[in-house]
């Protein structure tokens, strides 16, 4: 596009807004606009893609403050007509009296025309060609920035062995298909960002992202805590006093038989290696947390070993050292 073809067009006609629009109103109306003209809704149909280009240069300009402000003073400076030289006025008069060059008149001679003035007032952002010959801004004119697709969020369900293996999903996110991948170890309610699966830009900038929240079945026995998993071994008294050998369950294949040291603690938590999440940086761990079970209805002949135990070690006091600490 020449840089008549931007003086003449009128943005806010594009967008449907008045030139005294607030940010909000060009943002919705920008909106409603791109969805209706998108070419995902209207394949094949070239004039819908030529007006969904011109609606995302219009807001490209029109939602940034400082060239919505250039734009709008060169719109002033031409009122939509071609710049004229000469002793009759035309522009130099206009840009004299617009920004103060102290009465003189620009020069729109061979030696410098439009193109010097603009790139010399707005610091050499709209791409004027180099060379002689030029006429107007050059076909390289264009706002000096682009504007980024917005970001998109979705939620995706999973299974836990899914979830813990890492897996690949497919949705449909405003009417498109997108291919996720979900990495291992993920938890419920992590939020995954996708790049470049998000909206796309209005004038050719980068898409926005797909900001995925995965939410995760429970599991039975486990959970997952970074790379490793966790779960929870309930033991006997007797297993937990005496020691023992206990048969541990594991996430990926068969239990593994753990040995319990005489008077292991309720809330002890063992490490099984290599036996959590597997990724790519390498395997976690599997964390049992020892729960030492109190029976719940105990025979007459259980009672009176419980009750012979007591009595074995009624000198002990087991609050000892709490008691000791309240007082501090």
Do not use: C
């Not at 522009?91 to 103060?100: I, N």
């Not at 729109?108 to 439009?114: A, K, L, V």
């Not at 719940?296 to 135990?309: G, I, T």
């Amino acid at each position: 596009m020449t840089g008549q073809d931007w003086l003449e067009k009128d943005f806010y006609a594009v967008l449907g807004v008045s030139k005294d629009a607030n940010d909000a109103d060009i943002k919705k109306a920008y909106r409603k606009l791109a969805r209706q003209f998108h070419p995902d809704h209207n394949q094949g149909d070239d004039k819908a893609e030529t007006r969904f280009k011109e609606i995302g240069e219009a807001y490209a300009v029109l939602s940034d403050s400082q060239q919505r402000q250039q734009y709008d003073a060169i719109r002033s400076m031409g009122q939509g007509g071609r710049f004229t030289g000469g002793a009759g006025g035309g522009f130099d008069d206009v840009f004299s009296s617009m920004f103060g060059q102290g009465g003189g008149r620009a020069n729109t001679g061979s030696n410098q025309d439009f193109d010097d003035i603009l790139s010399g007032l707005f610091g050499g952002g709209y791409g004027a060609q180099q060379g002689a010959g030029r006429t107007g801004f050059g076909t390289g004119f264009r706002p000096n920035q682009t504007t980024p697709g917005q970001d998109i969020s979705a939620t995706t369900r999973m299974p836990f062995r899914s979830a813990v293996a890492g897996t690949e999903v497919t949705l449909t996110v405003e009417g498109r298909t997108v291919k996720a991948r979900i990495p291992a170890g993920v938890k419920d309610g992590q939020k995954i960002r996708i790049p470049g699966k998000g909206r796309p830009s209005p004038n050719g900038g980068a898409a926005g992202n797909l900001v995925l929240t995965v939410a995760v079945d429970p599991h039975p026995v486990f959970s997952i805590d970074g790379m490793n998993l966790r779960m929870t071994l309930p033991v006997s008294f007797d297993e937990a006093a005496l020691g023992s050998q206990v048969e541990v369950p594991t996430f990926h294949g068969d239990p593994v038989k753990v040995k319990l040291s005489e008077g292991t603690p309720n809330g002890k938590v063992l490490r099984l290696k290599g036996r959590g999440v597997k990724t790519a940086k390498g395997t976690g761990d599997l964390l049992v947390t020892v729960a030492v079970m109190v029976p719940q209805n105990l025979s007459k002949k259980a009672r009176a070993a419980v009750e012979a135990f007591r009595e074995a070690t009624a000198s002990e006091d087991v609050r000892k050292d709490l008691n000791a600490a309240a007082r501090e």
